[in-house]
């Protein structure tokens, strides 16, 4: 019987040992295999790195303001009994906007203009009677004083009248409609904001080091949110003569044709103010950079050691403005060398590759997407 265990048992462990080197043969031959295998060349698009000459440019952000812009507001008290606009109308300079009650005054102006009529008859036979000497000065002069009462009387009648008229200082757009018919208004009390919409001004500011850089007169580009993928142009139009002291900075203000209404008081937009030099750059296109903490690279095409093929070097470089669809390379590129142009982030170092640009973008530095 323990003989019988024992043969068990060794045959048991001689099973276990010969898969075991079954197992072991089957490992070595995967790993002499995994050493053998090459993958195949990644399929990639190229593109060359250039030499191009950009203008100089200094970038900025800025908040758009009107040229003319004010809130429209009751000069004196009264009843609204007429608004002459809707809330987001354009209007003309002196266009009548609203009208309080003026009965009050309307009553009183014919008494005041039939006084001052009889004050002026009057006037007139006095000086009559002071040339032919048969009353004294100071009876001319009571007349001449009564005559002007009688014409401040009314000229004040009639300035209160135009007070409670209310017409649009100038011309432009106007905003929502702040006061309802039969309304009391006070002295001061809003009545609708008004604004001169074209053109428009662009306030930002620069850091003092490049004021002298800067003058009147210099284009000035704008982009933003509201603008979508189109800019904007205008001109500097005036730099204030003071520094702030907490930031350093020179606030300076440019003129925008805004023919469209695109632009809007209080809005942000970026800015970039065009210099009278150019600089030359080296650039590649933005989808070439593999973008990373550390520093960013691009892949540069060389060919294989033996000659055959063609491999990868991963170049670490300093990039600079980005443009479009490119962007600028400071340091680590050399004009001519061939760099991949997308898809950088499956690619490693020393890989093989083949080129294959049939799909390869096209590249610009002003795109116009077809989705716009």
């Keep these: 019987m323990k003989k019988k265990v024992v043969f068990a048992v060794v045959g048991i462990i001689l099973v276990i040992a010969a898969l075991a080197g079954i197992k072991a043969l089957q490992i070595k031959s995967m790993i002499d295999a995994g050493k053998k ?26 908040t758009l303001t009107a040229v003319q812009g004010v809130n429209v507001s009751a000069e004196s008290s009264g009843k609204v009994t007429k608004i002459a606009f809707e809330s987001g109308a354009s209007v003309k300079k002196g266009d009548m906007l609203l009208q309080q009650d003026v009965s009050s005054e309307e009553a009183q102006l014919p008494g005041a203009v039939a006084q001052l009529t ?44 135009a007070k409670k008229t209310v017409r649009a200082p100038f011309s432009g757009q106007l905003g929502l409609r702040q006061v309802n ?18 053109p428009i001004y662009v306030d930002f500011s620069l850091p003092q080091q490049d004021l002298l850089k800067v003058k009147p007169g210099l284009n000035v580009a704008i982009s933003g949110d509201a603008l979508g993928s189109e800019t904007m142009t205008g001109r500097i139009s005036a730099i204030t003569p003071l520094v702030d002291q907490e930031t350093r900075n020179v606030k300076m203000q440019a003129r925008i044709a805004n023919r469209s209404g695109k632009l ?25 950079v593999l973008y990373a903490p550390y520093s960013d ?25 980005k443009r479009g669809d ?20 499956k690619l490693r170092n020393s ?22």
């Excluded at 809007?264 to 070439?288: E, H, I, Y």
């Excluded at 691009?298 to 403005?321: H, N, Y």
């Design 118 to 161: 009889m004050n002026r008859a009057n006037l007139k036979r006095v000086e009559q009677l002071m040339k032919d000497g048969i009353i004294s000065r100071s009876d001319y002069d009571l007349a001449i004083s009564n005559a002007s009462q009688a014409q401040a009387q009314v000229d004040t009648i009639r300035a209160a009248i």
């Design 181 to 198: 018919i039969g309304q009391i208004l006070r002295e001061g009390d809003q009545i609708v904001t008004l604004q001169n919409l074209d």
């Design 351 to 372: 890989q093989s590759v083949v080129v294959d640009n049939k799909l390869s973008p096209d590249f610009k530095q002003s795109p116009k997407p077809e989705n716009n």
């Design 326 to 345: 490119f962007v600028a390379v400071t340091s680590g590129a050399k004009e001519g060398e061939t760099v991949v142009s997308t898809g950088v982030f």
């Design 297 to 321: 690279s691009l892949f540069v095409v060389e060919k294989s050691k033996d000659g055959k093929g063609l491999t990868l070097r991963q170049q670490f470089v300093k990039l600079g403005e």
């Design 37 to 62: 295998y090459v993958p195949p060349p990644e399929t990639i698009t190229t593109s060359i790195i250039k030499s191009d000459t950009w203008d100089t440019a200094i970038a900025s952000v800025g």
């Design 264 to 288: 809007r008081p209080g809005m942000f937009v970026n800015v970039s103010v065009g210099l009278p030099s150019r600089q030359k750059v080296l650039v590649v296109p933005a989808t070439a």
